[in-house]
């Protein structure tokens, strides 16, 4: 895969006005200038964030001219993208400045601030604090309510008979406005981004008479459409420990395996999608599975610390399974769920399963289980509690 493939499609869901427009400004040699924003409503950045920051060290690394912009303003409206329900309090400008402390420490592991083609650092409110009356209706009067009702988000908390505030009706006015202040031609987000991204792209045209592309980014979620991240209560930071980062990995679902590969990591696609066809084909996933924690922390940190994350993990998660696999029992599984195989060979009641998933008494090749559901594949290793071990066949 190339430069300009690796940049329209890696990781990418959408382009706004079309892929075919960015590829032919791409092909032209076009530098462009080209943003994504991080709100610090936390005080750590996290895998979530790490898919748009690997996208913007794609661009970075093509020559484009990269702007890693701390929503220090933006942050203050309280962005409802993803919200089902409005924030219980809003953070101040100075909240948000001392949360956003060590961004730039924490994105460096991935994005390049140094050297000639440095990524620049700059805080939206620098300009959105020193808006005016006149100004902010100005902005305003560029969108209709009809438009900010459209918004799947809005809709779905009317239906629910949910309040929505209306600075939250602000928010993509305010993101859209970053754009105008920076004129930039490109913005990058997660897809659940799109509709603010899109506001930027309305409001540079009415105030600017410039196109700006639209790049949204894929989230990654479970098999349930869950998205791993801040809001969902399961984000990873990228400050974890080596090994606890390594750990959390390897937790997740065997279905973002491919997906993550091609997010969070420099693999090759052409050997990602070797992988993806050996996983489908009835490959056991935990081997890529350690590929894909190896690679996250080896980048976030060094290829000694992934080596030392990936010994301690076996160590303490698989060498026990190893030394007990003379002892494990062969039963029948592949496909079957995990909670089959425990009724079929134990007779426990689901109750009594549930309460063991509880006590994190259950595991599969080392890593306690929270989903009774999930499906066994040939030599899992099961152990129920200390005396009962399976291997499946």
Known sequence: M??????????????????????????????????????????????????????????????????????????????????????????????????????????????????????????????????????????????????????????????????????????????????????????????????????????????????????????????????????EGNAISLTDKPEDLYGKIMSFPDEVIVQCLECLTEIPMEDINVIADKIKNGDNPMKFKKLLAFEVVKLLNSEKDAQAAQAFFEQAHQQGSTTDLKNAQVVSGNGELLKDVIIKNLGLSISAIKQLVYQKAIDVNGLAVNDVKMKLKTEDMVRVGKKHIFKIK
């Open 2 to 231: 190339d430069s300009t493939d690796t940049l329209l499609n890696r990781g990418v869901d959408k382009v706004y006005p079309s892929r075919e427009a960015l590829e032919k400004v791409l092909k032209s040699g076009k530098k462009l200038k080209l943003y994504q924003g991080f709100d610090p409503t936390g005080i750590n950045l996290h895998i979530g964030h790490m898919v748009g920051l690997m996208k913007l060290r794609q661009f970075q690394k093509a020559g484009h001219e990269v702007i890693f912009l701390i929503g220090d303003g933006t942050g203050q409206a309280g962005d409802p993208s993803g919200k089902t329900r409005s924030r219980d309090k809003y953070l101040t400008n100075e909240q948000l400045r001392k949360n956003a402390k060590d961004y730039v420490m924490q994105a460096k592991r991935i994005v390049d601030f140094d050297g000639p083609n440095g990524v620049r650092i700059m805080y939206n409110g620098d300009w959105l604090n020193k808006l005016t009356l006149s100004e902010v209706l100005n902005i305003a009067g560029h969108f209709t309510a009809q438009q900010m009702n459209e918004r799947d988000l809005f809709q779905e908390r009317y239906k629910n008979n949910i309040p929505l505030n209306l600075r939250e009706f602000m928010y993509p006015l305010l993101q859209g406005y970053d754009s105008v202040v920076m004129d930039v031609d490109m913005e990058i987000g997660g897809s659940d981004q799109t509709f603010n991204m899109l506001a930027g792209r309305q409001l540079m045209k009415a105030m600017k008479g410039k196109d700006k592309f639209v790049l949204s980014t894929v989230l990654i979620s479970d098999k349930f459409g869950k998205k791993i991240g801040k809001t």
